[in-house]
Nanobody, 123 residues
Framework: QAQLVESGGGLVPPGDSLRLSCAAS????????MGWFRQAPGQEREFVAA????????YYGDSVKGRFTISRDNAKNTVNLQMNSLKPEDTAVYYC????????????????WGQGTQVNVSS
């Protein structure tokens, strides 16, 4: 059974960094495009970043561009999200997801989802 498990969330002060990881199992996720989304209380799920299966293309949401970096290691079936210069508005549950679609910014295009990891940015 396909499974995605996120880790690395926590509580950090503004300006700090966090690295989220997503471990995939049960399928050959090296052939899937992978994405990160986030959802804050009372808000819709927001696109954060995505990377094609080959790693050849990356996409970022406007609010994180220049601060977050997505990467993947297909040999280890992992996808990472390096988050720098964190702001209070980055506080949310972060989800890893996988898709065969090429429309990577839409949450509805993703077939598999992790359970999420909480990120809190606060002084």
């Amino acid at each position: 059974q396909a499974q995605l498990v996120e880790s690395g969330g926590g509580l950090v002060p503004p300006g700090d960094s966090l690295r989220l990881s997503c471990a995939a199992s049960g399928r050959t996720f090296s052939t899937y495009n992978m994405g990160w989304f986030r959802q804050a209380p009372g808000q819709e799920r927001e696109f954060v970043a995505a990377m094609t299966w080959s790693g050849g293309s990356t996409y970022y949401g406007d609010s994180v561009k220049g601060r977050f970096t997505i990467s993947r290691d297909n040999a280890k079936n992992t996808v990472n999200l390096q988050m720098n210069s964190l702001k209070p508005e980055d506080t949310a549950v972060y989800y890893c997801a996988a898709t065969v679609s090429t429309w990577l910014r839409s949450a509805t295009e993703y077939n598999y989802w992790g359970q999420g990891t909480q990120v809190n940015v606060s002084s």
